[in-house]
Nanobody, 124 residues
Framework: QVQLVESGGGLVQAGGSLRLSCEFSGRTFSSYAMGWFRQAPEKEREFVAAISRRGSSTYYANSVKGRFTISRDNAKNTVYLQMNSLKPEDTAVYYC?????????????????WGQGTQVTVSS
């Protein structure tokens, strides 16, 4: 039912910025909380950020707080992740995910739908 397509990844120097987008289709976007996760090579997929249905509440991993900003535009069925002051340790495949609720936003199991990911590489 729900389909998610990420875009905006690429190669950037440390200290630079990227903006990821995730387009949602198939159901009513405003009914879903949205999250961003990332997975580095040979690492588990980890929580990055999440946003509530209306965008009034946001949640961040400590490792990205102050550098990344999650936002959503319900009129465009799109969630964004603005990434500033990027570090080499931010290198990963970034996935967006959708949840009919946002109970424990850090848990992968809270999200029923996932995109295929977009690669972010930060060089030093």
């Amino acid at each position: 039912q729900v389909q998610l397509v990420e875009s905006g990844g690429g190669l950037v120097q440390a200290g630079g910025s990227l903006r990821l987008s995730c387009e949602f289709s198939g159901r009513t976007f405003s009914s879903y909380a949205m999250g961003w996760f990332r997975q580095a090579p040979e690492k588990e997929r980890e929580f990055v950020a999440a946003i509530s249905r209306r965008g009034s509440s946001t949640y961040y991993a400590n490792s990205v707080k102050g550098r990344f900003t999650i936002s959503r535009d319900n009129a465009k069925n799109t969630v964004y992740l603005q990434m500033n002051s990027l570090k080499p340790e931010d290198t990963a495949v970034y996935y967006c995910a959708a949840s009919i609720r946002i109970g424990v936003p850090q848990l992968r199991g809270e999200y029923g739908f996932w995109g295929q990911g977009t690669q972010v590489t930060v060089s030093s």
